[in-house]
């Protein structure tokens, strides 16, 4: 494999669209077999894909998938929406294997993020004069077997 410098990252910039989900996953798969990574695309897929929907589903706008590895051996997953609050499920007060009430299909896909990714997190982007540049969730997961809930990381 050729060496990249400075170290290789894509972001793909998705419309509001019910295939965008589907799009950006194999374009993640596409960017992990040419880099060799393909071990982590069961985890990296299921994590973006409820990131991704969740933007989808829950934002009016355009929304983004950026890739990249990290220097510590993982890789970077996130998503960008406009959306300026970050759901309650990527909170410090979020319970490992929390799952909503009821039969709801819904309300399950950061249960799932947090289960399997190695870390996660939020960040507001600002914008001038305070006005708001969205948020970016993120996760990160490594090499290490088979995607497996990673219990007690983050």
Request: hydrophobic share 35%.
């Amino acid at each position: 494999m050729s060496t990249v410098s400075p170290p290789w990252s894509y972001t793909l910039h998705l419309s509001r669209d019910p295939r965008s989900p589907g799009i950006a996953r194999s374009t993640l798969r596409s960017v992990l077999t040419a880099y060799e990574l393909g071990e982590l695309a069961p985890t990296a897929e299921l994590l973006a894909s409820e990131l991704l929907t969740n933007a989808h589903l829950h934002t009016g706008g355009p929304y983004a998938l950026h890739i990249r590895p990290t220097g510590s051996g993982q890789l970077r997953v996130g998503v960008w929406d406009k959306g300026s609050t970050i759901p309650s499920g990527l909170s410090a007060g979020f319970a490992y294997g929390a799952m909503p009430h009821g039969a709801s299909e819904g309300g399950r896909g950061l249960a799932l993020v947090r289960a399997y990714a190695d870390s996660w997190g939020a960040s507001l982007l600002g914008g001038p004069e305070g006005a708001s540049g969205g948020k970016v969730l993120w996760t990160e997961c490594g090499r290490g077997g088979p995607m497996q809930p990673s219990e007690g990381r983050s």
